[in-house]
Structure formats: structure tokens, C-alpha cells
């Protein structure tokens, strides 16, 4: 099982950025897929979780309406498409994938900054 995220990067303030997490190892149609982010001094925290059998999402409520999770199961990607950024969304942002036990990506940097 590998993930890897990609697409993060610096940002202004309002703009627009989507994250991929592309997995191996297994099939992310069949496992809920999650994302979350941890900020400097911080704790990380969960963003938004898919469940493609049970085609339910989840945000958290610092990025409802503003972010949107997707995935492809072709191409076996989860997204993270993100909007409205402010510079609060500023962390690294990893993929999580639900098997068995728990399995993680080593992230994205998304800097959200004038």
C-alpha cells in the first residue's frame, strides 16, 4: 500500500488549488479515503473523508463549502480540490487511506500567503 499527495504549493489568499493522492496497493473505490492537515505547532486534524460505497462525504466545518473531495476510480486518485483558501489553510496536507489498519502519505506543503 503507497500514497502519494501532490499538487500543493504557494497560494494567494482566495485562490484555488487541488491536491491528488495517487494509491497503490489497493483500490480507493472501496476503502473511505480521508484528508487532513497539520499546521505548524499544531495538532493534525481531519479535512474531509470520502466513502465511495456509501457515496457520503465529510468536511470539517473550518472548510465546508470552501473544499470539495472527489475520487477517480479509474485512475485510483483521491483529490482535494480547494477554494477560498486563507492563509489559516496554510499546513501540510496528507491522504489516509481506511484499510485494515490505518496508512498514511508523507504529504503536501500548501502555503496560503499575499
Known amino acids: 500500500v503507497q500514497l502519494v499527495e501532490s499538487g500543493g504549493g504557494p497560494v494567494q489568499p482566495g485562490g484555488s488549488v487541488r491536491l491528488s493522492c495517487a494509491a497503490s496497493?489497493?483500490?480507493?473505490?472501496?476503502?473511505?479515503m480521508s484528508w487532513h492537515r497539520q499546521a505548524p505547532g499544531k495538532e493534525r486534524e481531519p479535512v474531509a473523508s470520502i466513502n465511495s460505497r456509501a457515496r457520503t462525504t465529510t468536511y470539517s466545518d473550518s472548510v465546508k463549502g470552501r473544499f470539495t473531495v472527489s475520487v477517480d476510480i479509474d485512475r485510483n486518485r483521491v483529490f482535494l480540490q480547494m477554494d477560498a483558501l486563507k492563509p489559516e489553510d496554510t499546513a501540510v496536507y496528507f491522504c489516509?487511506?481506511?484499510?485494515?489498519?490505518?496508512?498514511w502519505g508523507l504529504g503536501t506543503q500548501v502555503t496560503v500567503s499575499s
Open positions: 489516509k487511506a481506511h484499510l485494515w489498519r490505518e496508512f
Open positions: 496497493g489497493f483500490s480507493v473505490g472501496a476503502y473511505r
